[in-house]
Every structure is written in C-alpha cells, then in structure tokens.
C-alpha cells in the first residue's frame, strides 16, 4: 500500500487542522492505520491509530481529547482531525499502516509510511 498524506499546515496556538492519508489498493479496510509525529531534535512519537474492522481507536495521552483519529473505507482515506492545536504539536506527522493491525504504539510495528505533512502551530 502506498500513503499520501496531506493537510498540514501553519496555524495559530488553540486553532485546528485536519491531516488526510489516500491510500492506494483495494483491501484498505484490512489495513491498520495510525498517526506519528516527530519534532526536530526528538524521536518518533506514536499520535493515534484505528484498527482494521470495527474501527477501534488509540490515542498517545498528550492529544487524547484534542485529536479524533477516523477511518472512510470507500474512500480509502484516514483522517487526523487536530483541535486545540498547541506549540509543542509542531512536528512532521507521519500517516502509517500495517496488515490486519489492531494497534500499536511501536513504529516498528508499521510497515508502510507516507511522505510526512508539517504541521506547525504559533503560540
């Protein structure tokens, strides 16, 4: 599967965006998907995910109430929408998917990965 993400952007402190990954193929359903993110001088940090089937979702505890991780299946699209948007967001965001994956926090755990969108939000 190939990942394109799109959507990011600059925005001001307690604003919001929403991040979009296109998938290629036919079985998106079965795919895993999920969010990273990684900010210049810091490692990879998982964001959320949404398993494949009943669309379950995870969320990291530092965005757990801002972000809303969804999944449309006939449009092969995830999305991340961001609210409440704060300074230490700003990072490259990285969409991901995995082959019948529940969920996972362990970017090892994915095998494909988009391009990465930037997303930077002022204070």
């Known amino acids: 599967v190939q990942l394109q993400a799109s959507g990011g952007g600059l925005v001001q402190a307690g604003g919001s965006l929403r991040l979009s990954c296109a998938a290629s193929?036919?079985?998106?359903?079965?795919?895993?998907m999920g969010w990273f993110r990684q900010a210049p001088g810091k490692e990879r940090e998982f964001v959320a995910a949404?398993?494949?089937?009943?669309?379950?979702?995870y969320y990291a505890d530092s965005v757990k109430g801002r972000f809303t991780i969804s999944r449309d299946n006939a449009k092969n699209t995830v999305y991340l929408q961001m609210n409440s948007l704060k300074p230490e967001d700003t990072a490259v965001y990285y969409c991901v998917a995995e082959w019948l994956q529940s969920y996972s926090y362990s970017a090892d755990e994915y095998d494909y990965w988009g391009q990465g969108t930037q997303v930077t939000v002022s204070s």
């Open positions: 949404i398993s494949w089937g009943v669309g379950s979702t």
């Open positions: 193929g036919q079985t998106f359903s079965s795919y895993g």
